[in-house]
């Protein structure tokens, strides 16, 4: 059983540029959530696809945006980047959407906006 | 809205001493609770749930409703329990978790 991966580990980038992550989730996952965690704080809820469709969205601005593929598959589009954007993204899959299933975390991206 | 206070940032323990880790909660419903840890160069990983009323690795967390806390404790804390640890809270219908900011727990030998 394959666990969830993202690519890139790191990432530097500057302000107003444009940014993608990618995750894989774990074999038998069809559900994708993504957090982004700031130095010294706890991961905070971005969005979650569910089956391709989004199904709940965090406190984020629209350039941060999202896709699911047929594959269970998923990125994490960052539009405009600033500063405050530099965090630990976390990916994490589960069995579906349901709040009953466990997540499993993947290793997340570092991000940097300079 | 929700939210997750964990009031303390680091806590160190000598092996053997009982260990505490507090968490209280936020939320007018009905709440499902977490406990994450995360241990040197490991991903984030799920160590106990409320409903499932279980002890792993020696630790046991109650949710109390009247207190809005769900502190995570073990009775003789190990140095292999050394990690960043954090209490997560669930509501609605998905799987969004609302996370604290998380403890360091460190044991000493």
């Known amino acids: 059983e394959t666990g969830v991966t993202q690519s890139p580990t790191h990432l530097i980038k500057t302000r107003g540029q444009q940014v993608t992550l990618r995750c894989s989730s774990q074999s038998g996952h069809n559900t994708v959530s993504w957090y982004q965690q700031a130095l010294g704080q706890g991961p905070q809820f971005i969005f979650q696809y569910y089956r391709e469709e989004e199904n709940g969205r965090g406190n984020f601005p629209p350039r941060f945006s999202g896709l699911q593929f047929p594959n269970y598959s998923s990125e994490l589009n960052v539009n405009a980047l600033e500063l405050d954007d530099s965090a630990l993204y976390l990916c994490a899959s589960s069995l579906s959407g349901r709040g009953a299933d466990t997540q499993y975390f993947g290793p997340g991206t570092r991000l940097t906006v300079l | 809205a929700q939210r997750v206070t964990q009031p303390e940032k680091l806590l160190s323990v000598f092996k053997g001493a009982p260990v505490e880790l507090k968490c209280n909660y936020s939320?007018?419903?009905?709440?499902?609770l977490f406990w994450y840890v995360q241990y040197s160069r490991q991903r984030l990983q799920l160590l106990l749930r409320?409903?499932s009323r279980e002890s792993i690795k020696g630790f046991t967390a109650d949710l109390n409703k009247g207190e809005t806390s769900f502190h995570l404790k073990k009775p003789f804390a190990q140095e292999e329990d050394s990690a960043m640890y954090y209490c997560?809270?669930?509501?609605?219908?998905?799987?969004?978790?609302?996370f604290g900011k998380g403890i360091t727990l460190s044991v000493r030998p």
């Open positions: 939320y007018s419903g009905s709440p499902e």
């Open positions: 997560a809270l669930r509501t609605g219908a998905n799987s969004k978790l609302t």
């Open positions: 409320h409903i």
